[in-house]
């Protein structure tokens, strides 16, 4: 039976009437008891919308596995912190990077300039030039290039050729022989019976005469010694009588060796200047010795660096030497000193040049194949390498030094890795001081002593973290909460 127009409107009126109550009850913010329930999803589906519970239902097919409670989010977001600065390598792949872990200590770091610097012999003490004595012929070289050679060892034979030496050599025997003529005359005289047989005068005369002789011949011998034969050969002259053919030129006696180099004074033939048969004269180079157990480095300061240069020097600090070294690990020289620092700066490159000690050794003493008498040495720094020269200013306390390969740089951030069991935690820091080797943290809390962080491959370690955050799938992508 159908409802006449008057129940139909009186319907309509309180449905109208509920849905206005419950419209007024959210506004107010009240809480409609379970009564309500049926009544306001009514009213929802009258207005075209859907009631909560049924819009839960119908979504549940789609965000199926995707919990939004409060306590899963702020779970879900902690795990997010830890996974973007966190890191876990398997044991292939810290081989692979060359991973080394170390524990941050705090130290001093002295705050270094760097200059160029070049090896350099020692001027006046390096070299020694060996000149022939006499002219004549080289008739026998008995070393070669490159071998080491002993104090007093024989290193040429000259022939004399030159007239006024063999001359010279001629007067002195002829004077040694009139002396001992006027020596044996006066011994007779003075052994002839009483006094009044020989006039004394005649004796006085005789005297005179055999000074003279002597004076003569002490000339002599020093000539000879100006035109190069040593007292040794001068003496064999006497002693034989016979002229000296042939002369035996030495490497220098043996002397002290200079505080701080080697015991042992060690010569090498550096450059051979002449071959058998060749004709030399008085003065001319036979060959260069070389003597490399101490050097120098020659460091080159610019004109802005001269007051910190200046005052290092006056504050005996010690200087670090680097060898340049291409594909291999760095070598470091410590505990240099500065030698001396020039009175002029160079016209040419306006730099002061500055000269620093560097003691050297040998690193390989070997026999020659041949015979084995010829000994060749090899030392560990030569004149013409290039060094790179830290020298000192100032010196900062309290820091932490690591070496470069420690600290990530990632635009304007700095960070390092602290070993946290089995993961590698990144930890921003702040960088006071940076150079090819080390970079000084500041002591500000970031990291404490004992901390084991990683010392190598930081930067590679921050791809890493970088490329695993940008590859992860977003856990939200395309839901709005």
Do not use: C
Not at 390 to 417: C, H, K, M
Not at 431 to 439: A, F, G, L, Y
């Amino acid at each position: 039976m159908a409802a006449s127009p008057t129940q139909t409107f009186l319907i309509r009126l309180l449905s109208l009437t509920a849905l206005g109550l419950l419209i007024v009850a959210v506004i107010v913010g009240a809480t409609p008891g379970p009564g309500f329930q049926p009544l306001r999803d009514r009213a929802i589906r009258m207005l075209g919308g859907i009631p909560a519970a049924a819009g839960a239902a119908e979504a549940a097919p789609q965000g199926e596995g995707h919990a939004h409670g409060d306590a899963h989010h702020d779970d879900h977001d902690h795990e997010d912190h830890d996974e973007e600065n966190s890191l876990s390598l398997s044991d292939q792949a810290r081989r692979s990077i060359g991973l080394r872990e170390g524990e941050v200590a705090l130290s001093t770091f002295d705050l270094t300039i760097g200059v160029p610097g070049i090896v350099v012999e020692r001027r006046g003490r390096s070299k020694l030039t060996i000149i022939a004595p006499i002219t004549g012929s080289v008739t026998q070289i008995f070393a070669t290039e490159g071998e080491a050679v002993t104090p007093d060892q024989p290193l040429f034979e000259i022939r004399l050729t030159h007239e006024e030496l063999v001359q010279a050599q001629a007067n002195l025997l002829k004077t040694t022989e009139e002396v001992d003529v006027v020596r044996r005359e006066i011994g007779r005289l003075e052994g002839i019976g009483p006094e009044g047989i020989v006039a004394v005068k005649t004796i006085l005369e005789r005297k005179y005469e055999l000074q003279k002789l002597e004076a003569v011949r002490t000339a002599e011998r020093q000539a000879l010694l100006l035109h190069g034969l040593s007292e040794s050969q001068v003496d064999e002259i006497l002693v034989k009588r016979t002229l000296l053919g042939k002369i035996v030129v030495r490497a220098p006696a043996a002397t002290t060796p200079p505080a701080g180099s080697n015991a042992e004074i060690t010569l090498v033939l550096q450059d051979l200047a002449v071959e058998r048969g060749q004709h030399v004269t008085a003065g001319d180079t036979l060959a260069i010795l070389t003597n490399h157990a101490s050097l120098l480095v020659e460091g080159e300061a610019f004109e802005q660096d001269i007051p910190q240069i200046t005052r290092a020097a006056g504050d005996d600090r010690k200087v670090v030497a680097i060898l340049e070294s291409k594909g291999g690990p760095e070598q470091k020289v410590e505990g240099l000193e500065i030698d001396y620092v020039a009175n002029r700066i160079d016209p040419e490159s306006r730099a002061l040049h500055f000269y620093v000690r560097l003691p050297n050794e040998i690193v390989r003493d070997k026999r020659g194949a041949a015979d084995g008498s010829a000994r060749f040495v090899e030392w560990r720094y030569k004149p013409g390498q290039r060094m790179q020269l830290r020298v000192p200013v100032e010196s900062w306390d309290d820091r932490i030094v690591l070496p470069t390969g420690a600290v990530a740089q990632d635009g304007v951030e700095n960070y390092v890795f602290r070993v946290n069991g089995d993961h590698l935690d990144r930890q921003a820091v702040h960088v006071e001081h940076r150079d090819p080797q080390t970079v000084v943290i500041a002591n500000d809390g970031a990291l404490f002593p004992g901390d084991t962080i990683a010392m190598t491959a930081a930067q590679q370690l921050q791809l890493a973290l970088k490329n695993k955050s940008g590859g992860a799938i977003d856990p939200h992508a395309g839901h709005n909460h």
